[in-house]
């Protein structure tokens, strides 16, 4: 039986919950566990589909179409499971199967209430499905006192007493402040916020304290007295120079040693941290360095392009070389010159966005990219960018642009309104609803033998995420290849535009997917090695 680990967090919100969890889930792996992780949010949306980038940071998608937290993605990239759409679950999507199974009327007349429905609700989705594995890892968002959280605090507290004796355990993520006034790192803080959680009816097992310094030993001692909580399981989380030490500094600290302990597994199979020493290794010690522009509209909060930014670091552990990114908003090409921005830079990548504002900035980096032959990577939208540009400017078709930004003469990007599934035909209406509505998930297409692309994976089959309304427009595919862009992936019916690139440029790719979203540190995605490793040699050049 599944034994499992609910973790929380107090004080103040961003602590790294995610990456805790994920730390401890691949701690788990390396003493030969099976892990899940789980991730339950407090907010009312039913997912983060609808929800802007710059408030909430990227969506994470995973393999079955599911729009997801992006801690999700931190979950996959440390212990290498892909996640389900059962692995993330909102206040909005419980509310909403309670309000479904009322309407039809499954409560048999009930009073239906936040106990026991709702906290029903909740446990269903954390114990569901949990039979293949030793262990299961539940964060709990936001932090211990929001009103949104309190249904999952309860929820997780009546777990303690439904599950059998000794299999679950909480962990207390919590933050320990630095008064450079005293000159005092202060336990307060994670007092109260450990008072709180007992009020609720928790009474953590272990004590995750982010800080800045090292913790002192009377500090330690302080917060064992009074949280209640063994003096070994005070584990300090101190600030890493990156989040691929996490594992190994949590090891040192022996938070895996102290989680196996609450469940009184002892002895515990030792730990193989090989493989995370040597991706730490190679970070900290690259043999060159290069640097690629990120040409974006949503640069103001980089969570927005989380999944894209480790991807690019994992190119980096692959060529053995630090990765340093220019943050460039695309609506500044609309009114400056590209030239002395890129010129220094030895890639370019344009990532995926939505609406027209930046849309021309990225065609212009586009068109850099190609005529000053930099190495191009368009993802999605940046793919869709890259073949307006080329309809632009080497087919000729001035009025060329997408259907998204409005009525368009040349329409070389439009809107999907159906698309094979598997077997199954998905049809979407024009001014049908948003969310969950686009292409998503895990899709195959085959690559054309001989391409660049096929070469770099290895293959000419291939399966990709997907997150996207619109498509670049087979009608003009046959004008665009005779001007030399060719389309080396299109979906396996021939209808949908996959992959482009220029076989006459050193790296030039455009696809319509997010291969950043199945990259990893210990297994980095093949289109960003290759990436990474062109912009190495493009260095040489600059």
Request: proline share 6%; glycine share 10%.
């Amino acid at each position: 039986m599944a034994r499992y680990v609910f973790i929380t967090g107090g004080v103040v919100s961003s602590l790294g919950k995610g990456i805790a969890s994920a730390a401890l889930g691949a701690l788990l792996q390396a003493r030969g566990y099976s892990v899940r992780l789980k991730k339950l949010d407090p907010y009312l949306n039913v997912d983060p589909g609808t929800m802007s980038p710059t408030q909430h940071g990227e969506v994470f998608v995973t393999d079955d179409g599911a729009e997801t937290d992006l801690d999700i993605g931190h979950y996959e990239r440390f212990t290498g499971r892909s996640a389900v759409q059962a692995d993330n679950i909102t206040t909005g999507r419980i509310y909403k199967n309670i309000i479904d199974k009322e309407r039809r009327g499954d409560y048999l007349g009930a009073t239906v209430q936040v106990i026991p429905h709702v906290t029903n609700e909740i446990k269903d989705f954390v114990l569901d499905g949990n039979e293949d594995y030793d262990f299961v890892l539940c964060e709990i968002g936001g932090t211990v006192g929001d009103i949104e959280a309190m249904p999952f605090i309860e929820a997780i507290r009546q777990l303690g007493n439904d599950l059998p004796r000794g299999n679950a355990v909480y962990v207390h993520l919590s933050l320990m402040p630095f008064i450079a006034a005293a000159g005092e790192l202060k336990t307060k803080p994670t007092q109260h916020s450990v008072k709180e959680l007992q009020a609720l009816g928790i009474a953590p097992d272990i004590l995750l304290v982010r800080a800045d310094r090292p913790i002192p030993p009377e500090e330690r001692r302080k917060l064992s007295l009074f949280c209640n909580v063994r003096s070994t399981a005070v584990i300090q989380a101190l600030d890493v120079g990156s989040i691929y030490d996490v594992p190994s500094a949590y090891h040192r600290e022996g938070l895996d040693t102290e989680v196996l302990a609450a469940f009184g597994i002892d002895p515990a199979p030792a730990p193989r941290m090989g493989a995370w020493e040597e991706v730490s290794a190679r970070i900290h010690n690259p043999e060159g360095e290069v640097t690629i522009a990120v040409v974006g509209k949503y640069t103001g909060l980089k969570d927005a392009y989380k999944s894209l930014i480790e991807a690019l670091n994992h190119g980096g552990i692959a060529n053995r070389v630090k990765v340093n990114l220019e943050w460039i908003e695309s609506e500044v090409f609309e009114e400056e010159d590209p030239a002395p921005y890129l010129e220094k830079v030895h890639g370019i990548l344009v990532p995926g966005g939505f609406g027209e504002r930046g849309a021309e900035g990225k065609i212009r980096a586009a068109q850099f990219a190609r005529e000053r032959k930099v190495p191009y990577f368009g993802i999605c939208f940046g793919m869709q960018m890259a073949v307006v540009e080329a309809a632009r400017n080497l087919v000729g078709l001035e009025k060329a642009s997408s259907s998204e930004f409005g009525p368009a003469k040349e329409p070389v990007v439009g809107l999907m309104t159906e698309w094979l599934k598997g077997n199954q035909l998905e049809k979407r209406a024009v001014n049908g609803d948003l969310g969950g509505t686009m292409r998503l998930g895990a899709y195959p297409h085959p690559l054309k033998a001989g391409s660049l692309i096929s070469e770099i994976y290895g293959s000419t089959e291939v399966s990709e995420r997907h997150r996207h309304r619109y498509e670049v427009n087979i009608d003009y595919k046959e004008r665009l290849e005779d001007a030399g862009l060719v389309f080396s992936g299109m979906s396996p019916d021939g209808l949908l535009p996959e992959t482009v690139e220029y076989p006459d440029h050193p790296w030039f790719i455009g696809v319509q997917y997010h291969p950043e979203l199945k990259s990893r540190p210990l297994d980095p995605h093949p289109l960003f090695a290759s990436f990474v490793g062109a912009a190495l040699e493009q260095s040489r050049l600059v």
